[in-house]
């Protein structure tokens, strides 16, 4: 008998030129963008300081952005297989760095909110391109590859920018986190003069016969930015953002204009979210899971910075720091239980994860004043942690493999889209249930402290400021002690309150993942069809790496 060898690997081929620079220009182009997201929630407490603004004032600095990703990024990808990838791209790295620069300047919180806004515009442009841009450059044998270099650059920003950030803050200025988007805008754009470009319009290499010919719904985009801009604006401004009586009336617009939104997407000839997707009880079940889980995710992580800051006591770079176990725990594991859902159904998965990251978000709540790191915060970060781990990759495909395979790429992006608008949606409404468990707790623990009445009353009224609440001039030095502890204790119990309601809408979305998915099996919750989109298809931009490394080129529409 002879024995003969397995035929030995076929060797990777080598980048052509242009596959190089496509891959360095979308890493660098990506890293800007999920850099940015990353590390303005520990420049919260520095803003809030610096500009005396209240936390509705500053929860628009997050908002704001969040508010132009959600309504524009399923358009930013129709713009970019409409009129070029590259072209649209680099329209995005522009208006981005533009932006960037802005906000680095910004003198006053409306200028900088303003700023926000147009670098979500920027944003929305960007984001989309960057795997579309990979699939059009990269044969389908050398594409896992490219995704997965991509995957990792991208996870290691993700790891690396909250702490990057914090040192910013705390030895510069909260004006870096920004300026540094410049100086990758120009490598950005001076990569790209040597990236081909791509589309999916009638005529280019990529269009096949009987490809839908992507299209804008320009009344969806604007009654959706309306209508999600008068739910924050209404929502931040009863929780002291300043609109006074006008934030109910805002709300009920808001929400008479999404209401709108969906009555016209259910008549519009090309709408930018098809709602026959929602025909498929997978896809409903996973977007409505989704929303709930991202939801409670938003909230609780914009809260904590502040807590950690102002309360705790931690610098930026220490409140950056403490998260790097969720970074490392979703980079490391999320492609492995992403591989175990491929072959054994994803309902497991998309119970026990939403429910694992709930009680994450209930020890989050439990930090008290003055703990430990190992003690109070490293225990619910690795539950949260290993929560989002098993459910981040699992979800990804699941929202893929729902929908036909024609129809995957606009899947994606409406998924992508409804964790954004949750996170903008569930910053506004807990900003005004934080503000409002914030001052009822302040007044309670005044009440008990030897300041006279109309220090107690001087305080109760700065109780938008939360934590950065200042006792008045003329105390005597135990009485300013006494009151700086009361706005310590008032603040741990409003942030116990949000991450009881974090965790019960985690709870309830591994509820909905349970039900809503009791007849998907490995078949159909495994691989996407064309296979998935590391960190771009993961709602909210969270990183989770597919075993199998594909992509999908559709950009969203």
Known sequence: MTLTSPPAATPPAAMTPAQRWTLVATVLGSAMAFLDGTVVNVALPALQRDFHAGVAGVGWVVNGYALMLAALILTGGALGDLYGRRRVFGAGVLVFAVASLLCGLARSLPLLVAARLLQGIGGALLIPGSLAMIGAVFPAKSRGRAVGLWSSATSVVTVIGPVLGGVMVDTLSWRLVFLINLPLAAAVLWCLRNVPE?????????????????????????????????????????????????????????????????????RAPAPMMPLALFHSWAFAGTNLLTFLLYGALGAALFFLPLNLINVQGYTAAQAGASLLPLSLLLAGLSGVFGGLADRHGPRFFLTLGPVLAGMGFWLLGRMGVGGS???????????????????????????????????????????????????????????????????????????????????????????????????????????????????????????????????????LAGVVGFFSLGRMGPAQGGSAPGGSVPGSSAPGGLSAPRSDGQVNTPSGQ
């Open 373 to 507: 790191y190992v003690v109070s915060l490293l225990p619910a970060v690795l539950v949260l942690s290993l929560g989002m781990a098993l459910t981040v990759a699992p979800l990804t495909s699941t929202v893929l493999s729902s929908v036909g395979e024609g129809r995957s790429g606009t899947a994606s992006g409406v998924n992508n889209a409804v964790s954004r608008a949750a996170g903008l949606l569930a910053v506004a409404l807990f900003t005004l249930l934080m503000v409002g468990r914030f001052g009822t707790s302040l007044q309670t623990g005044l009440s008990r402290s030897d300041l006279p009445a109309a220090a107690q009353s001087q305080m109760v009224a700065q109780r938008s400021r939360l934590a950065q609440v200042q006792p008045p001039a003329g105390l005597s030095t135990p009485q300013a002690q006494q009151a700086r502890r009361a706005v310590r204790l008032a603040f741990a119990d409003g942030f116990r309150w949000v991450c009881l309601l974090s965790g019960l809408m985690a709870a």
């Open 198 to 266: 791509s589309s999916a319009a009638p005529g280019s290499s990529a269009y096949r016969e009987g490809m839908p010919r992507p299209s804008l719904d320009l009344p969806g985009l604007l009654l959706v930015t309306a209508g999600l801009g008068g739910l924050s604006a209404g929502l931040l401004g009863a929780g002291g953002g300043g609109s006074g009586g006008a934030s109910w009336p805002l709300t009920l617009a808001g929400a008479a204009l999404i209401a709108a939104f969906i009555w016209w997407e259910s």
